[in-house]
């Protein structure tokens, strides 16, 4: 009997050192996973955080990640999803792997956490672009996450076939499962990296910046972060058939009708047959072919987001947000004057002389005015009306900015008299500007620490404020101040807040009856 004891004492003891971490091991859901140390971080990239949507997963939801034997090795990015172009980490359908960069000298520091979602017209995007390396942001004192989901038709095909497979009765938006998959996966693993699950900031930009602020719309998402920084995001304008910048929208029923054209076009007669379409086949060339969106589908999205931040319905929680100077370069509304009112007059409708004033025309139709019109449709009237809605129903502060720091370009140059255009942004936030690049300035890299600092200020305390930077005032519908980012930040008013309130205007009409009835025609 004692020899018995002390054999399996020597066992259990045996399997313990089998069972030790080396050195950049962490055990996950899943299994054990090796990174790679520096002087001063460790970084995990390609971590599975659900199985390949792959077969029959093609258009589910992220199912719990499959378990691996011995130990997986975490040192390079994982392919991106299926997209047009060519990503520097390659593309696949097996694509929910996401990214971690930790400064933290052992697992009980409780670092706050920001978690990156990229942009790309939820059509394109990677974790794996070296904008978006976590490391600079790192080593301020924060766990870095990125977090990649499915794009195009493969992340938000809506059907009638899938929704009757489905439990909820619904289809689309598997990008956004994607997503809170990966918030999941954080909650349940960020303690092994020293980070703190009681301390997590959702950020992104563009497509990204538009899913914080629907994931701040979503009941499955509640609980799973604490902060939220958008940038150049916002979804808050009515549903629509016919879409455009910041009317992106559809119903469930929209999207479904839209989806059955889709499996026409491939000449299938069920999903089933759809899902053995190969991936490649699946995803846009460019814009040419029908992308991914999001959808009002009664689940992910309970509703208008609007009417949902107007009653309250929404997780209340710090938020930074804001946008570009110069958005609507990215975005052009007609090459010429004619082109140009005929756009106004398809999209707004009976608002469009209306806007034409408030946006007016001057001899160069890509002249400033025109650009603040898409600007403001597509990101400046969503985050400032994000802003007013939070600040009227909820309890948590707000933080606004107007971002106006770009490269500078030759006197003579098209882009000379240009403001910051869309996306610019991303690498300053990072503070990943290249500084091999002669079009950056001392001032450039001044405002990219300062946006750093406050980024990760608002990450630690949600608040963006802190040492060697200015005072950022709270954003009350009382005191509507933004903070000026550019190469001097100051505190200003509103952006052209007397055509947002013509913007504003139009949207109020949307969503009268007859605002509806006509968005729906059009």
């Not at 000449?267 to 846009?284: F, T």
């Not at 139709?365 to 129903?393: C, E, H, I, K, Y």
Request: with cysteine; net charge negative.
């Amino acid at each position: 009997m004692k020899i018995n004891t002390l054999l399996l004492a020597v066992a259990m003891l045996l399997l313990g050192a089998c069972t030790k971490l080396q050195p950049g091991q962490v055990k996950v859901d899943g299994g054990i996973i090796q990174g790679t140390l520096t002087e001063d971080m460790a970084i995990y990239k390609g971590i599975p955080f659900a199985a390949p949507p792959v077969g029959n997963l093609r258009w589910k939801a992220p199912q719990p990640v499959e378990k691996w034997e011995g130990v997986k090795q975490t040192s390079e990015y994982a392919p991106a999803p299926m997209q047009g172009g060519n990503p520097a980490s390659g593309k696949s359908e097996d694509c929910l792997y996401l990214n971690v960069w930790s400064p933290a000298k052992a697992a009980n520091e409780k670092l706050p956490v920001l978690v990156w979602i990229y942009g790309g017209g939820f059509s394109f995007g990677s974790t794996s672009d070296p904008v978006h390396n976590g490391e600079n942001l790192a080593r301020k004192g924060v766990v870095v996450v990125s977090v990649a989901y499915r794009v195009g038709q493969i992340g938000f095909l809506a059907h009638p076939e899938l929704s009757a497979e489905n439990p909820n009765n619904v289809s689309g938006n598997y990008g956004l499962l994607d997503m809170i998959a990966g918030l999941q996966w954080v909650q349940n693993n960020i303690k092994a990296f020293g980070g703190d699950p009681g301390k997590v900031t959702i950020f992104g930009e563009s497509a990204g910046g538009i899913a914080v602020s629907m994931l701040c719309a979503s009941p499955l998402a509640r609980g799973l972060f604490h902060g939220a920084i958008s940038q150049s995001g916002g979804s808050f304008g009515p549903t629509r058939p016919t879409t455009y910048p910041g009317e992106n929208m559809k119903t469930l029923e929209q999207a479904e009708q839209d989806g059955v054209e889709y499996a026409k076009s491939f000449g299938v007669s069920s999903i089933e047959k759809l899902r053995e379409v190969d991936a490649e086949n699946l995803i846009p060339r460019g814009w040419t072919m029908p992308g991914g969106w999001p959808i009002v589908d009664g689940h992910v999205i309970p509703d208008d987001q609007f009417t949902l931040y107007k009653n309250g319905n929404y997780n209340d929680v710090p938020v930074l947000i804001g946008y570009n100077s110069d958005e609507g370069l990215s975005f052009p509304s007609g090459r010429t004057s004619e082109e140009y009112i005929a756009y106004l007059n398809e999209r707004f409708g009976p608002y469009a002389d209306k806007l034409l004033a408030a946006y007016p025309l001057t001899d160069n139709v890509v002249a400033r005015s025109a650009r603040n019109l898409m600007r403001d449709a597509a990101f400046g009237w969503p985050t400032w009306s994000w802003a007013r809605l939070q600040t009227q129903t909820g309890h948590s502060p707000v933080y606004l900015y107007y971002f106006d720091q770009h490269p500078q370009y030759p006197e003579n140059s098209p882009q000379a008299d240009h403001g910051t255009p869309h996306g610019v942004d991303v690498a300053y936030v990072f503070m990943n500007l290249d500084k091999k690049n002669p079009r950056f300035t001392p001032a450039d890299f001044e405002i990219s620490e300062i946006m750093g600092t406050y980024w990760i200020n608002f990450a630690k305390y949600g608040n963006p404020n802190g040492e060697n930077v200015s005072q950022w005032p709270v954003f009350t519908n009382n005191n509507p101040q933004v903070m000026y980012l550019k190469a001097q930040p100051q505190i200003g008013p509103v952006p052209d807040e007397a055509s947002l309130k013509v913007m504003d205007a139009y949207f109020e009409w949307r969503r009268t009856p007859d605002g509806k009835e006509w968005g729906n025609k059009n």
